[in-house]
C-alpha cells in the first residue's frame, strides 16, 4: 500500500488530479491513472497532470528546471497539452511553493508554455495562434438532426466551430458528424456558439473522444477566433481583441492576435494522500 | 477559505465523502453537501458521511457516546440509512483511531446498527429483517418495455425484485414503471436478478431518485431475500442461510435469518483538507 500525496482542482470545472514528482521516478501506468480518475473506486478526474522537472523527462531538451506538465487522459493515454489544466497545474505549483509567479513557464508535449498569474488569482496561458483554416465548406451536423455552416480552426488541435441562436437546445447526447469526412480525418472538437453581447459569446462543446464536458480551453479560443473571423465587421486593426466566453463549467477570457491567450479561474478543492491500491502498487 | 480535514472511499464502488465532527458544532448545508458531492467542482461522492458523537444529535435517544452516521445524500438531502454507507463509516472510525474493533455500534436515523468488522477486513452490518410484502402480483416494465413479476420486499425501504435471464442486457437509462402504481406510492428500489450459481446471485439497481448505481445495500439483501422465498425448495429451515450477490461495484455476502446481514468491503482510497470556497464557508 503506497501513499502519494496529491491535489485535486478545476478549472472552469474541467477537473484533474495533481501528483508532484521532483525526483521523475513514479512515471504513471496506464492502470493507476485509470484508478485514480474512477469517479467512484478512486478520486475521480477527467485527468491526471504530473509535474516532473524537465531535466528528468527523456524527451524534453528544453530548460532542465521548467515544470514539465505530464498530461494523462483519464483513459490512461497521453495527451500533449490542455489550456484549463496549464491552469489548474500552475496554481498548484505556486501553492506548493515549487515556483515563484506571477511568470510561469510550463513544459508540455506540445512544447513550452508561457503563463501568468493574475492580481485576482486567475491564470493567463499562451496558446500559440488560432489560424481559420476553412470558412464555410464544412457542414455539421447534430444529433437533433440539426445542420451547421461551420468554421475550422487550428489551435494545435482541429476544432468546427457552429453559430446558432441558443447552445442550450441542441442534442449533444451523442456525437456530431460532418461533411465532408475528409475535413478532419482525426476528427474534431465541435463547438456549438451563439452571442450573448458585444464580444460576449456562449458556447457549448462535444470534445473528440470523450463527449460533452463542461469545458474546453482550445475550444474558448476557436470560438472566439471564428466568431471574430465570420460575424466581427472590424478587420485591418493590429490591436488585440477580448472575448469573453461562458461555458457551462464557467467563464473565461480569450485574447486574440499573433499568439492568443486564455484567462480564466484555476480553483485548488482539496488535497492530502492517496492510498493507492497493492494490485495496483506492484507495477 | 476554511479547511476541513476529509477522507474519501466506498463500498462496492458506492462512494463517500466522511467528515468528522467530534465537538458536533458543524451542520452541514444542503449547498455545502453539493459542492462536496459534486464531482466536477467539488471532491465528488454519492453522498456525505458525517460522524457526529450521538450526544451531540437532538434527535438521538440512545448512548451518547455512540458515533452517529449523519447521512447526506449528493443532493443534499437528509437520508436513514445506507449499507454500503455504514461499512465505510467503520472503516473510517477504526482508521481514525475513534473506535476499538471488531465489534462497533453506529447510530442512524433508523437506529443503532451493529456492525463487526471481519479478519479480512471487510465489514459485516446487521440490517434488520428482510420482509417478503407481495409475491407476484406486482409487474415491473422497464424501459425497452420488458415486463417482469416483481417481488415486493421491505428492508427499511421498499424495493422491487425481478429475476431475469442476464440483468446486462436490461434497459436501465430510464427508470422502471410498476403496475398497480399503489403498490409502491413512495416509490421503489427495482432490482433485477439472475442466477450465477448454487446461492449466488448477479444483480443489477435502480436506485429510486437516482438511476442506476453501482450498487446498493438493501438491495443486495431485497434480491437475496426475494429468491429464497420464490426460488429455493429449501424451507421450514432455521438455519441462517447465506447468499453471494454481485453487484456492477463488487462482491457483498447477505445472511438471511431473523435479522439479515450484509457483509463487504470497505475502502478509503483518500484523506486530506478539503477548502471550501469562501461563498460557501459563511453559512
Redesign the interface.
Same mark, same amino acid.
Given at each position: 500500500m503506497r501513499r502519494w500525496t496529491?491535489a485535486?482542482g478545476?478549472g472552469t470545472?474541467?477537473?484533474f488530479v495533481l501528483l508532484v514528482d521532483a525526483g521523475g521516478e513514479r512515471p504513471l501506468t496506464a492502470e493507476q491513472v485509470r484508478w485514480i480518475c474512477d469517479?467512484?473506486?478512486?478520486?475521480?478526474a477527467?485527468g491526471v497532470l504530473r509535474a516532473v522537472p524537465g531535466g528528468q523527462m527523456p524527451q524534453w531538451r528544453g530548460d532542465p528546471d521548467v515544470w514539465f506538465m505530464d498530461y494523462r487522459n483519464g483513459d490512461g493515454s497521453i495527451a500533449e497539452m490542455c489550456g484549463n489544466g496549464v491552469r489548474v497545474f500552475v496554481r498548484h505549483l505556486l501553492d506548493s511553493g515549487l515556483v515563484v509567479g506571477p511568470e510561469v513557464l510550463v513544459g508540455t508535449r506540445a512544447g513550452v508554455r508561457e503563463t501568468e498569474v493574475q492580481p485576482d488569482g486567475q491564470v493567463r496561458v499562451a496558446m500559440g495562434p488560432a489560424r481559420v483554416v476553412v470558412n464555410g465548406e464544412v457542414v455539421v451536423r447534430t444529433a437533433d438532426e440539426r445542420a451547421f455552416d461551420a468554421v475550422a480552426v487550428d489551435v494545435g488541435n482541429p476544432h468546427a466551430v457552429s453559430f446558432c441562436a441558443d447552445p442550450r437546445v441542441i442534442d449533444l447526447s451523442r456525437p456530431p458528424t460532418w461533411h465532408p469526412e475528409q475535413a478532419f480525418p482525426a476528427g474534431v472538437n465541435a463547438e456549438f456558439v451563439s452571442r450573448r453581447g458585444p464580444r460576449h459569446l456562449a458556447m457549448r462543446v462535444f470534445e473528440r473522444g470523450v463527449g460533452e464536458t463542461?469545458s474546453c480551453g482550445t475550444g474558448t479560443v476557436a470560438a472566439a477566433a471564428a466568431w471574430h473571423a465570420r460575424e466581427s465587421s472590424e478587420s485591418g486593426t493590429e490591436e488585440p481583441v477580448h472575448y469573453r466566453v461562458d461555458v457551462p463549467?464557467g467563464t473565461v477570457e480569450v485574447q486574440l492576435g499573433a499568439t492568443s491567450y486564455l484567462t480564466g479561474p484555476a480553483? =485548488?478543492?482539496?488535497?492530502?494522500?492517496? =492510498?493507492l491500491?497493492d494490485a495496483l502498487d506492484a507495477q
Amino acid at each position: 500500500m503506497r501513499r502519494w500525496t496529491f491535489a485535486k482542482g478545476h478549472g472552469t470545472e474541467n477537473d484533474f488530479v495533481l501528483l508532484v514528482d521532483a525526483g521523475g521516478e513514479r512515471p504513471l501506468t496506464a492502470e493507476q491513472v485509470r484508478w485514480i480518475c474512477d469517479r467512484r473506486a478512486g478520486i475521480g478526474a477527467d485527468g491526471v497532470l504530473r509535474a516532473v522537472p524537465g531535466g528528468q523527462m527523456p524527451q524534453w531538451r528544453g530548460d532542465p528546471d521548467v515544470w514539465f506538465m505530464d498530461y494523462r487522459n483519464g483513459d490512461g493515454s497521453i495527451a500533449e497539452m490542455c489550456g484549463n489544466g496549464v491552469r489548474v497545474f500552475v496554481r498548484h505549483l505556486l501553492d506548493s511553493g515549487l515556483v515563484v509567479g506571477p511568470e510561469v513557464l510550463v513544459g508540455t508535449r506540445a512544447g513550452v508554455r508561457e503563463t501568468e498569474v493574475q492580481p485576482d488569482g486567475q491564470v493567463r496561458v499562451a496558446m500559440g495562434p488560432a489560424r481559420v483554416v476553412v470558412n464555410g465548406e464544412v457542414v455539421v451536423r447534430t444529433a437533433d438532426e440539426r445542420a451547421f455552416d461551420a468554421v475550422a480552426v487550428d489551435v494545435g488541435n482541429p476544432h468546427a466551430v457552429s453559430f446558432c441562436a441558443d447552445p442550450r437546445v441542441i442534442d449533444l447526447s451523442r456525437p456530431p458528424t460532418w461533411h465532408p469526412e475528409q475535413a478532419f480525418p482525426a476528427g474534431v472538437n465541435a463547438e456549438f456558439v451563439s452571442r450573448r453581447g458585444p464580444r460576449h459569446l456562449a458556447m457549448r462543446v462535444f470534445e473528440r473522444g470523450v463527449g460533452e464536458t463542461r469545458s474546453c480551453g482550445t475550444g474558448t479560443v476557436a470560438a472566439a477566433a471564428a466568431w471574430h473571423a465570420r460575424e466581427s465587421s472590424e478587420s485591418g486593426t493590429e490591436e488585440p481583441v477580448h472575448y469573453r466566453v461562458d461555458v457551462p463549467g464557467g467563464t473565461v477570457e480569450v485574447q486574440l492576435g499573433a499568439t492568443s491567450y486564455l484567462t480564466g479561474p484555476a480553483v =485548488i478543492v482539496a488535497h492530502g494522500e492517496l =492510498i493507492l491500491p497493492d494490485a495496483l502498487d506492484a507495477q
